[in-house]
């Protein structure tokens, strides 16, 4: 008895793209961790996507587990324009970047940086 071919061979083409896909979210969650990487240990960034009916809203939230505020310059690959931020010590803050986006991933690119320490003085 002979078997068809076309049984595997949409096997085939699915194992293809997932591993396709596979490869370029991980290049986008690598500039995602190379963005957050060069913020202090202290701060912890989350993105989200929430459906709100006509599209995604994307909400990148910022946690300053520091002891002092932190400024921090929010933009993603949807939307290029920076906003900046100050989040306080022990608080969460919600940045809302986009508006009703069809897609429903986006990269988050987040720079935070704490107060500069003035000088010591010398006597």
Not at 8 to 26: E, I, K, Q
Not at 52 to 58: K, P, R, S, V, W
């Amino acid at each position: 008895m002979i078997k068809p071919r076309h049984y595997w061979a949409p096997m085939v083409y699915c194992a293809f793209l997932s591993t396709a896909s596979a490869g370029v979210l991980d290049q986008g969650t690598r500039a995602a961790e190379t963005e957050t990487n060069a913020n202090p240990a202290c701060v912890s960034i989350r993105a989200e996507a929430r459906w709100q009916g006509a599209g995604y809203d994307h909400w990148v939230m910022i946690t300053n587990g520091c002891g002092s505020p932190v400024a921090c310059d929010v933009s993603t690959n949807v939307n290029p324009d920076a906003l900046t931020v100050t989040v306080q010590p022990g608080q969460t803050s919600e940045v809302l970047t986009f508006r009703g986006s069809p897609a429903r991933t986006f990269t988050p690119y987040v720079t935070c940086q704490l107060p500069k320490e003035p000088p010591p003085r010398i006597q």
